[in-house]
């Protein structure tokens, strides 16, 4: 029992040391920027197994926006530096830091791939544009474009938006208020 106890804290070492010398992006201090310190408790509480709720859907897009090697990183900073996780069991919070990125991944999935390829092709790239540049820069949208989108569905809207804010390059929108702007669009081309 005690070799495979020593033989897990070696593969945590291990896993830990890979995952610090991956060439990044991104510094720590990068990733904690995008992540935020409230949505960042939220993880730390969730590791602690304070609070075994999900996260909140706006700490969740956030997550998948930073990605997994930030969060990754950010798992072992709390590991090295929080006094009550610092000689807990990694292997066990490893597994709590990616049941926890997985959770997420869940609540903000927009559905299969082939849906959201199905729906990006039946709206078309003229028309998805007009509805990137509206959700994002406030542009008009056409009354043909606003009819295709009618056509598509609510249901293809939604997903193509929930790709569209999983993508790491759109970490500095506010997910909640994308989805409102995403609703509030649909809406407008239900009346057009």
């Known amino acids: 029992m005690a070799s495979l106890s020593n033989y897990l804290m070696l593969l945590a070492f291990v896993l830990a040391t890979i995952i610090a010398t991956i060439s990044a992006e991104e510094t720590l201090s990068q990733c904690g920027e995008h992540i935020g310190a409230y949505c960042g408790e939220q993880v730390i509480q ?34 090295e530096n929080n006094p009550e996780l610092k000689h807990a069991n990694w292997t066990e919070l490893f597994a709590k830091s990616d049941k926890i990125y997985h959770n997420c991944d869940v609540l903000t999935k927009p559905g299969t791939a082939e849906f959201v390829a199905t729906c990006t092709e039946n709206l078309g790239s003229e028309c998805g544009i007009q509805v990137y540049n509206n959700l994002i820069h406030d542009k008009n949208i056409t ?8 056509k598509t569905g609510e249901a293809c809207h939604v997903a193509m938006t929930k790709s569209l804010i999983r993508n790491p390059e759109m970490r500095n929108v506010d997910a909640i208020q994308l989805l409102n702007k995403n609703t509030q669009l649909f809406n407008y081309c239900l009346h057009v």
């Open 46 to 79: 969730r590791l602690k197994g304070t609070d075994e709720t999900t996260m909140s859907t706006t700490c969740c897009y956030k997550l998948l926006q930073t990605g997994y090697p930030c969060h990754t990183r950010h798992t072992i900073y709390i590991l």
């Open 143 to 150: 009354k043909d474009c606003c009819e295709r989108l009618v």
